[in-house]
């Protein structure tokens, strides 16, 4: 890997953003101050230990929650002055979002759940084609239950992308699987960039899979420390859990 700038179209870019929690007597500093751009169009892995400052880095630029202090852009807009309102709409149209947990809905096809995003999407893209993009189609009427754990972790993929978001979130999605199945769905994340130019920010404990990634950023105690460029990138099929 080597550190280098950039000269793609950027996606996020923040200025001295800042998070603070407050507990009782207790200020816990989740950010203190990052300032950084990601382009757009990449895999984008992120690392660091627990606390470092990760998930609520991602979900203040998901429009999950908001920054106390400093600034957060999307295209050139300032999340961090947008209403409750305003952001919920960035997050319909914008973003999609894959967890560690698969958030289904258990009495819905597979098909189903992921017509539940088309219904308030003002562009989406057609549920079975959705499904079809991850290698679900012949999937499409079973029901969670009747599907495997990289199959749902897929269906969950399919849904956040059904909508066709600019980035898709991703927060430790291969968090809950054995390294077989693990490695499929990070196929699927990697069609998607490749086939719609979705961006994919990934959250994970495990190293290996930065070897994935256009770009890895390191986290600790609430700052970026760096980010490293991929020069040659693997194929989930060659790292090792």
């Known amino acids: ?7 793609k179209a950027i996606n996020f870019s923040t200025k001295d953003l800042k998070k603070v929690y407050i507990t009782g007597e207790t200020e816990v ?3 203190r101050g990052v300032t950084v751009e990601i382009p757009s169009g990449e895999i984008l892995v992120m690392l660091g230990p627990s606390g470092s400052g990760k998930s609520t880095f991602l979900n203040i630029i998901g429009g999950l929650d908001i920054p106390s202090s400093g600034h ?3 295209q050139n807009e300032d999340l961090a002055t947008f209403s409750n309102h305003q952001l919920t709409l960035f997050r319909r149209e914008h973003i999609g979002f894959v967890f560690q947990a698969y958030n289904l809905v258990p009495s819905l096809t597979a098909l ?28 499409a009427k079973h029901f969670p239950s009747q599907l495997s754990g990289g199959e749902q972790q897929r ?14 979130l991703c927060d430790e999605p291969t968090g809950a699987l054995d390294s077989e199945t693990g490695s499929v769905v990070l196929d699927a994340l990697l069609e998607v960039n490749q ?4 961006s994919c920010i990934i959250i994970t404990h495990n190293a290996s899979i930065a070897e994935l990634a256009h770009r890895v950023m390191y986290f600790n105690d609430g700052n970026i420390t760096h980010v490293e460029v991929n020069d040659q990138r693997k194929t989930p099929d060659q790292i090792s859990w």
């Open 155 to 168: 269906v969950a993929i399919a849904r956040a992308l059904a909508k066709r978001p600019e980035v898709l």
């Open 1 to 7: 890997m080597t550190t280098t700038n950039t000269t």
């Open 29 to 31: 500093h989740a950010l």
């Open 195 to 198: 086939r719609y130019n979705t």
């Open 112 to 139: 189903e759940n992921v017509a539940l995003v088309t219904e308030i999407s003002s562009n989406p893209m057609d549920p079975l084609e959705a499904l079809a993009s991850v290698g679900l189609e012949t999937r």
């Open 72 to 74: 957060v852009y999307f």
